[in-house]
């Protein structure tokens, strides 16, 4: 068993050994990214990428304290599902009501890779390629979708 701080240094080596494989991987808009923080210019909808001791994922989190404004983002990302599920094999969970350990309600599209761990480290080179794929597919879809959003503007 890992203690706190042996668990704290696993997570931020595997995180910054994806931000070096994924370093040499620009947008599709062609311009660098920092993947692990990617940029959608938005405080409500966010890419978000997570890994423990038994999945790993990838996921459009829509976070806002207000429901009704939730609720808004989420019916626009609705009318977009279709396209986001045709961007690559990914299999997409639409969660409207989703809740976070810490009580937080949110709106969430994710895709997960079961099995793994983050602290077995021959599992990160499967782990890495999920997450490639899942944040650069959020990426295409961003890049061609984030217009229908500019309106909602937070």
């Not at 994924?22 to 890994?51: C, I, Q």
């Not at 969430?108 to 602290?119: G, K, Q, T, W, Y």
Request: aromatic content about 12%.
């Amino acid at each position: 068993m890992y203690g706190k701080d042996e668990r704290r240094a696993v997570k931020k080596e595997f995180w910054t050994n994806f931000g070096f494989v994924m370093k040499p991987h620009l947008s599709s808009e062609g311009r660098r990214v920092k993947w692990v923080n990617y940029p959608t210019g938005s405080k409500v909808l966010r890419f978000n990428m997570d890994a423990d001791q038994k999945q790993c994922m990838v996921s459009i989190d829509i976070r806002h304290h207000d429901p009704d404004i939730r609720e808004i983002y989420w019916e626009q990302l609705l009318e977009t599902r279709a396209y986001l599920s045709g961007l690559s094999d990914m299999e997409w969970t639409w969660e409207e009501d989703h809740e976070l350990r810490s009580g937080e309600a949110l709106h969430r599209v994710s895709a997960r890779l079961e099995d793994v761990n983050i602290f077995q480290q021959e599992d990160w080179p499967r782990m890495y390629e999920f997450l490639k794929m899942g944040i650069r597919t959020l990426d295409e879809y961003w890049n061609d979708m984030r217009h229908l959003f500019d309106p909602l503007k937070d």
